[in-house]
Each structure stands twice: as structure tokens, then as C-alpha cells.
């Protein structure tokens, strides 16, 4: 009887069905169900299959692990027919490691990198699992359309899990446009970034430390907190095994990309600390290349605007120069690009950095006239097209625009920094209380060299901040440091709510931790002043602050 029935075909055949779209529910996407009519609050298909309609929200509320149902099915998994890695497991809460000491003691063998990936111009394609069995044909499906909007290489991707493949997934709709200062079509940190981690597993782990820390401060979810700590963790013991084989090797661009990430991460997750050290680390491994002219050319564009931004905002809100100097030379490189980080302040940063160097100057007093003298004028004269560069042909009319009105809030902060850091050095060379045979005229009068005086400049830069929508438009999020700035230096006690709104707004639509620590210091600072508001020859100033916390301050 057997042998005259037709052999059963074996494998899986594709399910037909309605064709499945992104506009239903959570739970008709993820059972592949066409149809839905997006009826509230729950759909009709729903309630005629008898199931729990899960609504409509955003997939990114809480991190999709691999055990959330998008990604599995209620059914037991089933055996593959291919051994692909399996999804990693959720990392077990542990603290933040130290940065130095994983950088020294870590040790675990590199990955293998697959090679001979290509990754195609257009990012509509999909990484695709070929062996998800009949039973769990639903949710596979559901899963590859959620990851539809990644690169696709050329290959099997053995290095990528369910976690990665999930902070990878939110790297690219989310956090790589809230994470730049400039958003265009051609932003590296998708069109650039994302192609290099699928091919390079340290590189993917540090991208996915960033997506998980930035999910975290977003949505304050734990899990995705403790991926955050397990990615970075990962990333700092593979850096490690590369610099071990990098005494007869030359230390490859993905890992120095890593190291420019790890920077970031710890700036993204509001470090004091061990920023300093991964940027440190990252200007030692240029220089070991023989300098950005050495690398590959998007590579070294994407760290030049990385590397100069952060060292800048470090000069300037750090008094003992926690970085020294590490100016980084691209004089090899061709004309810069108009960076997604630095926009049209660069030229203002670099003033800024010259102003933290003028308390090296306090005991020659002509040669410090002569050195405010030169950056008054620098600022008066400075436009956005005061340095050349490269801006790319995609960038709107009113995405400049917003990059001007930025740039000009930082020439207002210039100004503010200026006459801050002078007042510093007032009184650090004055005394504290005031005798018969100490006048007033006895402290230098170096704020009458600075043609803006310092309210003015600060009225005009909150005027001009209050008049900003501040919504999620990715250029605003760089205003951390005039915000900063401005609520340090003003004596008008209204400015303060101002200050303390606008830096919630950068935190909500950004989530960038270091608004938090600019808040912290602000209230601080606030709470002193208030106490001293009879003792003006007490009065607290901001530096004086970091200095008893021993913070190392990044405002970028």
C-alpha cells in the first residue's frame, strides 16, 4: 500500500495569504495577517479570531528581544537546517566596568570577520533566516519585514544575533539620526556605519552599545540598559584582543571606528569619566597610523568631526585640560566635510578652545590683552562661511538654516565663555575680601577688551533659543553647551527655568545623557549662588564645581 501512494514531498512550500503591510497592529504584524482595519481599541480581526489585540504603539517602547513574540513563536522552536548563531542571551545586570581596566586586562580572541561582503546602494532589503521551519513560518516573516530597513550583504552573516540584529534595527530608524548634529540622506552613521558593522563583529557590538544606551535612556528600560553594559563590555575585550596582535600588525580602521564609538557611547550615557579615556586612546592609534591620511577616506572624514568635537567640548568645560594637547593634525586630508557633529561651529569651537588656554597667560599680562583682543575680534568676524568645506548637495534649505541659527547661539556662548573664564581669573588672583588698601581697581579690567558685553550676549542667545521650536529636528541637539553656558553666567533668576526646559526638551528628543550632568551641575551652582546672594565676592562659579566633584565634563 505504501509503495502506490505518491512519496510525500518533502521541505516547506510557501504559505499564500493575504499579502502582509505595515499599517496594522502589533498582533496582526506579527502573525502575517493582512486585513487589519486599524479599528480601535481593538481591531475586527482580533475579535474575530478571539485573540488580544495588542494596539498600535511604537515597536521601540521596550527593546524586542529574542524572546519577544515578534521575534518567536507561543510554539516550541523547531530544529534548523542551517547552524546559524543563536540569538544571544539577555545579559545579566552587572555595573558599568571601568573603561582603563578592561582596556589592559581584557583578553578574548577576535571573531572571525567574513569577507567579501558588498553592500548594495539601496537599503531595502532584508536579512534573511532561509530556515525557519513551516511551524514558524508567521513570525519569521513578521521578523524580516521588522528588519527590512538593514543593508543586506552578500553572504551569511554568522556574527549577527537576535540581539544585534534588533539594536542594529533601532541604530538605523532611531538612534543614528537623534545621535548627529546634522541629519541628511547620506548620514555616515547609517549610510557609512551600518555597512562596515555587518562585516566587522567588533564594530557591530559597539554600534549595538550605543543603540542600547540611547534605548535606554529613552524609555528608562532595564533590559535594555543591561545589553547596553554587556555590548560595551564585549567591545572594550575585543579591542583589547587587537591590540595585542597590533605590535607586528597595523591596527585596523574598524577597530579605531570602535574606539571613536565607545567615546560616543560613554558621552550618550552621561560618563564623567571614561570618555576621556577611549578619546585619549583613539588620538595615540591615529597617531600610531601616521595620521588620518593613512586611513580609509570615509573612515578618517567620520573621525576627524568625531575626535574634533569631543576634544573641543573637553577643553572647554574641563579646567585642568584633562586631554592636554591632543590636537589632532589633518593637514594630509582633503577639504573637510561639512561633519555631522560640528555643522558650522567648528571654527567657534576652536575659539572656545583658545579661551580655555588663556588662564597659561595670567602672568604675562600684555601677551594676555593681546591673545582676548584676538579672539573679540575672531568672534565678531566669524560667518558660517568663514572655513571652507565640502556640504553635501542633499542638505534642505531649512536644514542649513537651523545649522546658521545654531552656529550663531555658539558665537553668543563664545562671548559668555569669555567673559566667564576672565572673571575666573579675577578672582583667582584677587583677593577674597576686600580691605581698605585693596580696591575694586586693583582687579584687572580684561572684560573691557570684549566689545559684547556679557548680558547682552546671553539675552540675545536665550531670546534666540526661546524662539527655536526645539522639537526633534536632530540640529538643535547640539545646543547643550550654549544652554549651559548661558544658565551659569546669567544673574536673572527667570533665565533659569528657561535653561532647565530647553535642556529637558534635548533630553527627551535626544537622549543624550550629558544634558542630565549639565542639569546636575546647573542646580548645584544655582543652590550656592543663592546662599551667597550677600557675599558677591564668594559667589560660586561653575568650574569651581566640577572641580569639587572631580567631573570631567563633556557638553558635546
Not at 539601496?122 to 538593514?150: K, T
Amino acid at each position: 500500500m505504501a509503495s502506490t501512494l505518491p512519496a510525500q514531498k518533502k521541505g516547506r512550500s510557501r504559505r499564500s495569504g493575504t499579502p502582509w503591510t505595515r499599517g496594522g497592529c502589533i498582533t496582526c504584524k506579527s502573525r502575517r495577517k493582512g486585513g487589519c482595519d486599524r479599528a480601535t481599541p481593538s481591531c475586527n480581526n482580533c475579535l474575530k479570531l478571539g485573540r488580544v489585540c495588542e494596539g498600535y504603539d511604537d515597536l521601540w517602547v521596550t527593546p524586542l528581544g529574542p524572546s519577544a513574540l515578534v521575534f518567536k513563536s507561543d510554539k516550541g522552536p523547531k530544529r534548523r537546517r542551517l547552524n546559524s548563531s543563536s540569538p544571544s542571551q539577555p545579559p545579566s545586570p552587572c555595573s558599568s566596568p571601568s573603561s582603563s581596566d578592561l582596556w589592559q586586562d581584557a583578553q578574548l580572541s577576535p571573531q572571525p570577520v567574513t569577507p567579501g561582503w558588498s553592500v548594495p546602494s539601496s537599503p531595502q532589503c532584508r536579512v534573511i533566516d532561509l530556515d525557519v521551519e513551516e511551524s514558524s513560518q508567521e513570525q519569521a516573516s513578521a521578523e524580516l519585514d521588522c528588519l527590512s530597513v538593514i543593508p543586506k550583504p552578500q553572504g551569511f552573516l554568522s556574527h549577527l544575533s537576535g540581539h544585534e540584529a534588533h539594536y542594529l534595527q533601532y541604530h538605523e530608524a532611531m538612534a543614528s539620526q537623534r545621535l548627529a548634529n546634522l541629519e541628511s540622506e547620506h548620514n555616515p552613521l547609517r549610510s557609512f556605519l551600518i555597512p562596515r558593522a555587518m562585516s566587522s563583529p567588533l564594530l557591530m557590538k559597539a554600534v549595538c552599545a550605543i543603540s542600547a544606551m540611547h534605548l535606554s535612556n529613552r524609555t528608562d528600560s532595564l533590559d535594555a540598559k543591561t545589553a547596553a553594559i554587556d555590548f560595551y563590555g564585549r567591545t572594550l575585550r575585543g579591542l583589547q584582543a587587537v591590540m595585542a596582535q597590533s605590535v607586528t600588525e597595523v591596527v585596523p580602521d574598524d577597530a579605531m571606528l570602535a574606539v571613536g564609538m565607545l567615546c560616543k557611547y560613554e558621552v550618550v550615557r552621561g560618563s564623567v569619566k571614561h570618555w576621556v579615556v577611549h578619546l585619549t586612546a583613539l588620538h595615540r592609534l591615529i597617531e600610531s597610523r601616521g595620521g588620518l591620511g593613512s586611513m580609509d577616506s570615509e573612515a578618517a572624514h567620520f573621525l576627524r568631526g568625531l575626535y574634533v568635537y569631543a576634544y573641543s567640548m573637553g577643553q572647554i568645560s574641563n579646567r585642568k585640560k584633562v586631554l592636554g594637547n591632543l590636537i589632532l593634525a589633518d593637514t594630509d586630508m582633503e577639504t573637510p566635510r561639512l561633519s555631522i557633529y560640528l555643522g558650522f561651529t567648528e571654527d567657534l569651537l576652536k575659539i572656545c578652545a583658545c579661551v580655555a588656554e588663556l588662564p597659561a597667560l595670567a602672568g604675562d599680562d600684555l601677551s594676555l590683552r593681546l591673545a582676548i583682543a584676538s579672539i573679540n575680534d575672531s568672534l565678531l568676524t566669524w560667518t558660517p562661511s568663514s572655513t571652507r568645506l565640502n556640504i553635501p548637495q542633499d542638505l534642505t534649505q531649512s536644514t542649513l538654516v537651523r545649522l546658521k541659527l545654531v552656529a550663531e547661539c555658539f558665537r553668543d556662548a563664545g562671548f559668555i565663555y569669555l567673559h566667564s573664564i576672565l572673571e575666573h581669573m579675577s578672582r583667582d588672583i584677587s583677593p577674597p575680601y576686600h580691605t581698605t588698601s585693596q580696591t575694586p581697581n586693583s582687579i584687572p579690567k580684561w572684560s573691557t577688551l570684549i566689545t559684547t558685553p556679557k548680558h547682552i550676549a546671553i539675552d540675545r542667545l536665550l531670546a534666540r533659543i526661546q524662539s527655536f521650536p526645539l522639537d526633534d529636528h536632530c540640529e538643535y541637539s547640539a545646543l547643550t553647551f550654549p544652554l549651559f553656558i548661558a544658565g551659569a553666567e546669567s544673574d536673572v533668576f527667570e533665565h533659569r527655568e528657561l535653561v532647565l526646559q530647553s535642556l529637558s526638551k534635548l533630553q527627551e528628543n535626544f537622549g543624550i545623557g550629558n544634558t542630565l550632568r549639565a542639569k546636575d551641575i546647573l542646580r548645584i551652582l544655582w543652590a550656592r549662588q543663592d546662599a551667597a546672594v550677600q557675599d558677591l565676592s564668594r559667589k560660586a562659579h561653575w568650574m569651581d564645581i566640577l572641580e569639587e566633584l572631580q567631573w570631567e565634563l563633556t557638553l558635546a
